[in-house]
T-cell receptor
Framework: DAGVIQSPRHEVTEMGQEVTLRCKPI?????LFWYRQTMMRGLELLIY????????DSGMPEDRFSAKMPNASFSTLKIQPSEPRDSAVYFC???????????FGQGTRLTVV | LAKTTQPISMDSYEGQEVNITCSHN???????ITWYQQFPSQGPRFIIQ???TKVTNEVASLFIPADRKSSTLSLPRVSLSDTAVYYC?????????????FGTGTRLTVIP
């Protein structure tokens, strides 16, 4: 398996634009996590899915952020409209179950100017 | 939610054994303890997980005392490539998930 695949690897966008980050989890994994990492706040959990259902989205900063998992092999994190303070590295991770080892993707480095 | 406390940073010479201790005073009965390693520009990578006593794998050992209020990650004979940030996590009893909340981590620097 190629591991967790995220796209794009880098994204530069202007303030106010919509940004969509994509994640393909490892096949057979039932849990999927989206994280954001910045120097100031470290690694923050944004949202966590189990069997395609959002379980905990308390980490989603505000209504500008939304995440979907339409099927077991794909998830998106959307920011609309984007703001400079959204600049960060966004990681997607998946695991067989919610209490087992999580495998992280390479991340998407988002820069909002 | 059980929080974790770790030293912000540690330095060690190559070939030394490194022990990183994590405090989790409010750990719940069903919580597991998990450690991850993160290199710059990469996502975290699982190192080891345990519930009590001692767990050992090809990379590290994890020591957990009987009260489970702390844990120690032990890295034998570190090399320069072990320079990374190490995170300690405990499970979330409400959801049963073990991979949710990363603390500040410990930045380990291995010196030649």
């Amino acid at each position: 398996d190629a591991g967790v695949i995220q796209s794009p690897r880098h994204e530069v966008t202007e303030m106010g634009q919509e940004v969509t980050l994509r994640c393909k989890p490892i096949s057979g994994h039932n849990s999927l996590f989206w994280y954001r990492q910045t120097m100031m706040r470290g690694l923050e959990l944004l949202i966590y899915f189990n069997n395609n259902v959002p379980i905990d989205d308390s980490g989603m900063p505000e209504d500008r952020f939304s995440a979907k998992m339409p099927n077991a092999s794909f998830s998106t994190l959307k920011i609309q409209p984007s703001e400079p303070r959204d600049s960060a590295v966004y990681f997607c991770a998946s695991s067989l179950a919610s209490n087992t080892e999580a495998f992280f993707g390479q991340g998407t480095r988002l820069t909002v100017v | 939610l059980a929080k974790t406390t770790q030293p912000i940073s540690m330095d060690s010479y190559e070939g030394q054994e490194v022990n990183i201790t994590c405090s989790h005073n409010n750990i719940a009965t069903n919580d597991y303890i998990t450690w991850y390693q993160q290199f710059p520009s990469q996502g975290p990578r699982f190192i080891i997980q345990g519930y009590k006593t001692k767990v050992t794998n090809e990379v590290a050992s994890l020591f957990i005392p009987a009260d489970r209020k702390s844990s120690t990650l032990s890295l034998p004979r570190v090399s320069l490539s072990d320079t990374a940030v190490y995170y300690c996590l405990v499970g979330d009893s409400q959801t049963g998930a073990n991979n949710l909340f990363f603390g500040t981590g410990t930045r380990l620097t291995v010196i030649p």
